[in-house]
């Protein structure tokens, strides 16, 4: 068994600071390559009995391991929150969000069936073969969540690789390694076995290319930068790949939305976790005749909204590095000295962005394309639903799009010509309901999760082919 981030030594302690106020709040060990080998030697090891196991018992586990986690979620997310700097409820939203999400994929697995195909259903063949397909597990699956979502994405890949009765080996985030590590103790202490859900920590930039290469490996999902992802789908070699990677996500509000609905869509979709979401609404692409009005509305709410500390429940925290607060004030500002229109916010402190809205952006400023995972909005005016078509589609993100109009019909023909995974129609854009297929196109990612989803993906159909002989039924057996 390798749980070797329970005896994190001082030479190998990977510290984790806390965005909130600089403290160390823990450690975490940096796995060498040789601990590496031996997880993914035990993981193999210990697959197939976890995999023979009858179905109910896995999906009992699962329900018991949901109950934990619901029962801690105040001591999870108190971990979360000064991890990742998300707000107190927020972060307390997440670990429920999760056991349901576990519980949901416990049911779900159940009713997973398979068919059964007879041979004559094929010109030229006879009734002779009959085909019993069902669906078995990958292997090992390796699990690489980011760090805004520390416990749920990493539940999001745990929970149907395991049911389905793979072992996983967790990478987490660096920058929420001890909530996920709370999460998998809980795991433990319901019975799941730490040899199917081992845990590897260290920095992704260190470790993370022995990981994907590693020959151990049977899938590979990934939750990230498409950058980062575009790499590891480079290295990974004849692995399957789930990839949920960076999104642009545009609102496009047409002349006849009711506006201030889609204000309030729009600042929530904006701001909430302060913009750190793969599918925040990154742009506004607004018809110029209702521009005025929707802008108004916008700044009118995102002025309400609280900016400091996640354990007051400020809405807008600060980022998880600086780095990333630095570059969207770099944006918001190469923006503005290219004519943009600063109509909210722009400081900074530090790691805190005050949430920033900024009009009359054009297709020439990095801001109308570039993802900033900070509160910082473009707002970009167009002349015609064809020009929103246009610009929606120049991105090479294709996650989300929203769509705000009163015209059904309108919206209708929009969405079929937007090149993304989801799209909403007078709603913001988001991945839940959990259980909804969730995945983006171009460099949004790869495959398709959500929770039936999932278990497909991390299974693969296996066939029984019985090969039948006429037998004379007059004769005795
Ligand atoms: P990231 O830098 O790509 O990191 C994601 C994960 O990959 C982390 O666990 C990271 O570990 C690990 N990693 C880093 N380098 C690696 C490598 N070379 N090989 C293997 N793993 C490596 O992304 P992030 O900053 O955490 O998250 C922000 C990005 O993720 C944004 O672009 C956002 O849109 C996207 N995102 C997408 C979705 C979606 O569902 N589409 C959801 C959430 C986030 P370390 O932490 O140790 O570096
Ligand atoms: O950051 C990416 C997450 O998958 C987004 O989930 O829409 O529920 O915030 P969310």
């Given at each position: 068994?390798?749980?070797?981030?329970?005896?994190?030594?001082?030479?190998r302690t990977l510290p984790v600071v806390s965005p909130v106020d600089g403290s160390v709040i823990g450690g975490v060990h940096e796995y060498t390559h040789d601990e590496i080998d031996q997880v993914f030697a035990t993981a193999q090891r210990a697959r197939a009995r976890w995999s023979a196991r009858p179905l109910t018992e896995r999906t009992d586990l699962l329900h018991r391991f949901a109950d934990l986690l619901a029962e801690n979620a105040a001591e999870v997310a108190d971990v979360l929150m000064m991890e990742v700097a998300k707000a107190c409820k927020d972060a307390k939203d997440e670990v429920v969000r999760s056991a349901d999400y576990i519980r949901h994929t416990a049911e779900d697995a159940k009713r997973i069936i398979g068919e059964t195909q007879f041979s004559d259903s094929y010109p030229g063949?006879?009734?002779?073969?009959?085909?019993?397909?069902?669906?078995?597990?990958?292997?090992?699956?390796?699990?690489?969540?980011?760090?805004?979502?520390?416990?749920?994405?990493?539940?999001?890949?745990?929970?149907?690789?395991?049911?389905?009765?793979?072992?996983?080996?967790?990478?987490?985030?660096?920058?929420?390694?001890?909530?996920?590590?709370m999460m998998c103790e809980l795991a433990y202490q319901v019975g799941i076995p730490p040899e199917v859900l081992q845990v590897v920590t260290g920095r992704g930039s260190r470790i993370g290319d022995y990981l994907v290469q590693h020959p151990g490996v049977d899938l590979i999902t990934f939750t990230g930068s498409s950058q980062t992802g575009a790499d590891l789908a480079r290295k990974a070699g004849m692995v399957p790949l789930l990839l949920e990677l960076g999104g642009k996500d545009p609102a496009i509000?047409?002349?006849?939305?009711?506006?201030?609905?889609?204000?309030?869509?729009?600042?929530?979709?904006?701001?909430?976790?302060?913009?750190?979401?793969?599918?925040?609404?990154?742009?506004?692409?607004?018809?110029?005749?209702?521009?005025?009005?929707?802008?108004?509305?916008?700044?009118?709410?995102?002025?309400?909204?609280?900016?400091?500390?996640?354990?007051?429940?400020?809405?807008?925290?600060?980022?998880?590095?600086?780095?990333?607060?630095?570059?969207?004030?770099?944006?918001?500002?190469?923006?503005?000295?290219?004519?943009?229109?600063?109509?909210?916010?722009?400081?900074?402190?530090?790691?805190?962005?005050?949430?920033?809205?900024?009009?009359?952006?054009?297709?020439?400023?990095?801001?109308?394309?570039?993802?900033?995972?900070?509160?910082?909005?473009?707002?970009?005016?167009?002349?015609?639903?064809a020009e929103a078509i246009r610009l929606a589609n120049r991105s090479e993100?294709?996650?989300?799009?929203?769509?705000?109009?009163?015209?059904?019909?309108?919206?209708?023909?929009?969405?079929?010509?937007?090149?993304?995974?989801?799209?909403?129609?007078?709603?913001?854009?988001?991945?839940?309901?959990?259980?909804?297929?969730?995945?983006?196109?171009?460099a949004s990612g790869m495959g398709t999760q959500g929770v039936r989803p999932s278990i497909e993906a991390m299974t693969r159909v296996k066939s029984l082919v019985v090969n039948l002989r006429e037998k004379d039924l007059t004769t005795s057996v």
């Open positions: 068994m390798a749980r070797k981030w329970l005896e994190a030594d001082a030479d063949q006879a009734r002779n073969k009959l085909a019993v397909v069902h669906r078995v597990p990958l292997g090992t699956v390796l699990a690489i969540p980011p760090f805004n979502y520390p416990v749920n994405l990493a539940v999001s890949k745990i929970a149907p690789a395991l049911v389905t009765g793979n072992a996983v080996v967790l990478k987490p985030p660096s920058q929420g390694a001890l909530s996920a590590l509000v047409l002349g006849d939305a009711d506006l201030d609905a889609a204000a309030s869509d729009i600042v929530a979709g904006a701001f909430s976790y302060s913009g750190q979401r793969c599918t925040a609404v990154k742009r506004v692409l607004v018809i110029d005749s209702v521009a005025d009005d929707l802008v108004a509305k916008i700044v009118e709410r995102t002025a309400r909204l609280t900016v400091g500390d996640p354990r007051s429940n400020a809405q807008i925290t600060p980022l998880v590095d600086p780095e990333s607060a630095a570059g969207a004030e770099r944006m918001t500002k190469d923006a503005v000295a290219a004519g943009a229109v600063l109509v909210h916010g722009g400081g900074r402190d530090g790691n805190l962005v005050q949430p920033t809205v900024v009009d009359h952006v054009t297709e020439e400023m990095d801001l109308a394309w570039v993802e900033p995972f900070a509160p910082v909005l473009p707002v970009i005016r167009v002349r015609s639903a993100y294709g996650l989300q799009a929203a769509i705000f109009t009163n015209d059904i019909d309108i919206a209708i023909q929009i969405a079929a010509r937007l090149d993304v995974g989801t799209v909403q129609v007078n709603g913001r854009t988001a991945r839940g309901p959990d259980h909804f297929p969730f995945l983006g196109t171009k």
